[in-house]
């Protein structure tokens, strides 16, 4: 069965520090999103990515955050400057329609600052 | 905007009990309404999910869940429960130009023996 995988599970990092998680996609998928959880509290919607583009992102996604896909496969979310709040758990999701109206999600990494 | 809540944060109940989760919902135009089920060290799961049509909808593993418009619900239920449905359960609505979906808070489902 086709799945979404995130590396690392797990992931610690110094406050100020540059992280980047890895997401490889369902390989027909076309839309990808990202999400987190802090410990807690929801599931929080990030930035939504189609076309080689963002085509939405909440107002938790600023400047410090970017996403890329490198190549055919990999979707990764960058963190440029980690702070302590940005402690979480982080999924990605693939769908294959527009609508989203099945969205498959990884994993999760989580995140750890100190 | 949209938003879910989940009025229970903790449910605990005896295996081949019944249950319900409740999930209410809002939201200024027509969503989309699913159930994720998170097992313990794994990801979400999509349990089942209404679109249009049938306003109950059921899942492989006997859960089912019904879109009440009126009432802006979609509860989940199941008749008889089983020590294997021990896992948080989140319902979520879509809404957006991306169809982002909008979580609940969770409910952490508790199946005693």
């Known amino acids: 069965e086709p799945e979404v995988t995130q590396t690392p599970s797990h992931q610690v990092t110094q406050m100020g520090q540059e992280v980047i998680l890895r997401c490889v996609p369902i390989s027909n998928h076309l839309y990808f999103y990202w999400y987190r959880q802090i410990l807690g509290q929801k599931v929080e919607f990030l930035v939504s990515f189609y076309n080689n583009e963002i085509s939405e992102k909440s107002e938790i996604f600023d400047d410090q955050f970017s996403v890329e896909r490198p190549d055919g496969s990999n979707f990764t979310l960058k963190i440029r400057s980690t702070k302590l709040e940005d402690s979480a758990m982080y999924f990605c999701?693939?769908?294959?329609?527009?609508?989203?109206?099945?969205?498959?999600f990884g994993q999760g990494t989580r995140l750890t600052v100190v | 905007a949209q938003s879910v809540t989940q009025l229970d944060s903790q449910v605990p109940v005896f295996e081949e009990a019944p249950v319900e989760l409740r999930c209410n919902y809002s939201?200024?135009?027509?969503?989309?309404l699913f159930w994720y089920v998170q097992y313990p060290n794994q990801g979400l799961q999509l349990l089942l999910k209404?679109?249009?049509?049938?306003?109950l909808v059921e899942s492989i593993n006997g859960f089912e869940a019904e879109f009440n418009k009126s009432q802006t619900s979609f509860h989940l239920r199941k008749p008889s429960v089983h020590i294997s449905d021990t896992a948080e359960y989140f319902c979520a609505v879509s809404a957006g130009s991306a169809r982002q979906l909008t979580f609940g808070s969770g409910t952490q489902l508790t199946v005693l023996p």
């Open positions: 999701a693939s769908s294959s329609d527009r609508l989203n109206t099945e969205a498959f």
């Open positions: 939201s200024s135009v027509s969503v989309y």
């Open positions: 209404y679109l249009s049509g049938s306003t």
